[in-house]
Every structure is written in C-alpha cells, then in structure tokens.
C-alpha cells in the first residue's frame, strides 16, 4: 500500500501534529498531498477539542515546492483540469492561514516554492539551522500566484520582489531578518522549540486566541476577496499550460538552463 501523503493525530491536550509525509520526493505536492491537507484539516475542524496545529515535514526535508512530474501531468490536461489543480493548491493554503486555532510550523531542510507559501500561512515559523528557502517558480516558466497574498503578508512586497523574481535561495538567518521565520534553532532542538511555543500557546483563551487571530487576518493582504482569489487561481492555472512554463519543466527534465524567448 502506499503510505498516506498527510498525516495527523490530535494528543490529549489538544494539539494536532500534522506530517507532510512524501519523504521520497522531499514531500514535494501533487494531488495527493493536496487533498491530504484538505482531508486533515476537515477531520481536525470536526475536533471541538483542537487548542493547536503543529505542521511538519517527514524526512531530511519541510516541503520541496510542487513535484514536477506532476506539474507536468497536469500541464497536459485541459484548462478546467489546471484550474482545478490550481484552486485546490490555493484553497488548502486559505484554510492553513484562517485556521482558527493557532498553526506553528517546524521547518528543516529544503522550503521551496509552495512551501514557503505553507509557512507563511502559519501563525508561528521555527526553522532549524539547516534550513534553505526559495520562491523559484519563475526559473521554470511557473508563477507563484496563488501564494503570493500571504508571502507578501509575511516578508513584505519589498522582499517578495527580491526572491520571487531572481528565484535564489537563502538560509535560515535570512529568512528570519526578512520575516518569513521567527525563530532559528539547531537541527537537533527543533522539536524542543516547538513544544515550548505550543506550551505558550497553550497558556490562553482559545476563544480569544481565535477572534485576535481572525481580527490581524482583516488587516492581512492574504484575506483576498473572491474576485481575487478567482483571478489567482485563473492566473496560476492558464501560466502552467503556457509556452514558458512547457519549457521551463523540459529543462528540469533535461537539467539543462531554460532557453527563454523574447516573448
């Protein structure tokens, strides 16, 4: 059988651990990874109990972005299809960000692409030292549309216009000074860090907890309208089939630097 893509399990005080859990692929998204989120967090709204939700990544790796094999796949389809994949891709960020409990992500290895999207959806971001981020969806003819609402929330549209467009990675530190993480740690104590902003979280009114989250998501750019969110979508969706991004995912195929046209 193969393993699920998402994984979670709730503890006696209340607190969720969901796993990304494609270690063979980075924990890379496709469809399947996708709705695994879509399915944990519907289970986890059903939990009158849920006080927290601690998002992390099975493997050496958080999360590698999109897997590009199956961008590819989708690619092929039609439009209806790429919107499809794309609105799910976005809607399952949206519920990560107005999860009405706080969300604490542990972030190790390789956060790319999508995944950076995923952090910066969460309330709390603890990277390790190990840690390397990077927004490269242009490198292959792609756009990051979809994630952009609530990276700009969370690094600002200055730094949103440095690392999604030139695609470079940076470290942990860095992604700490421009926001997008709030706290470095070595590798081997990340889970200790973890647990003790769970432990302060855990110290206050959920109900509280809950309207000062949803009253600082007002003042958010990543509250997008529906016209928005729509546009977005459509955006992501139509850029995948495009002739830019058919090239930039052959150049993943080949390993070889994108040819890009003029146009």
């Known amino acids: 059988m193969t393993a699920q893509a998402v994984l979670h399990q709730v503890d ?7 796993t990304l859990n494609r270690p063979e692929v ?14 944990a967090m519907d289970s986890l709204g059903r939990n009158p109990a849920l006080r927290v939700v601690a ?11 999109a897997d590009l094999k199956w961008i590819r796949s989708v690619a092929a389809q039609d439009a209806a299809a790429n919107e499809r994949a794309s609105r799910a891709t976005s809607l399952a960020v949206h519920r990560l960000n107005t999860l009405p409990v706080p969300t604490v992500a542990l972030v190790q290895g390789g956060c790319f692409g999508g995944g950076t999207g995923i952090v910066a ?22 756009t990051a549309a979809i994630i952009l609402p609530q990276l700009a929330d969370a690094i600002g549209a ?45 110290q206050n009114a959920p109900a509280a907890n809950a309207q000062t989250k949803a009253a600082a998501l007002e003042f958010a750019w990543g509250g997008v ?21 058919a090239e ?9 630097a994108a040819r890009w046209g003029a146009g």
């Open 248 to 256: 930039g995912l052959q150049s993943f195929v080949e390993k070889r």
């Open 158 to 202: 200055r730094q949103v216009r440095r690392y999604a467009l030139t695609g470079e990675r940076f470290g942990a530190e860095e992604a700490r000074r421009i926001g997008l993480v709030h706290e470095v740690v070595p590798l081997d104590s990340l889970a200790a860090a973890g647990e003790k902003v769970v432990g302060q979280l855990l």
């Open 12 to 18: 006696a005080r209340g607190v969720a651990t969901v």
């Open 26 to 39: 980075n924990n890379a998204y496709d469809e399947a990874l996708i709705q695994g989120l879509h399915d």
């Open 121 to 142: 959806a969460c309330d709390v971001v603890i990277a390790a030292d190990n840690a390397m981020f990077s927004i490269a969806e242009t490198r292959w003819g792609l």
């Open 225 to 245: 309208d529906a016209a928005t969110f729509d546009r977005l979508v459509a955006q992501h969706a139509a850029k995948r089939r495009s002739a830019e991004a």
């Open 55 to 65: 998002l992390r990544g099975e493997g050496k790796h958080f999360q590698a972005g």
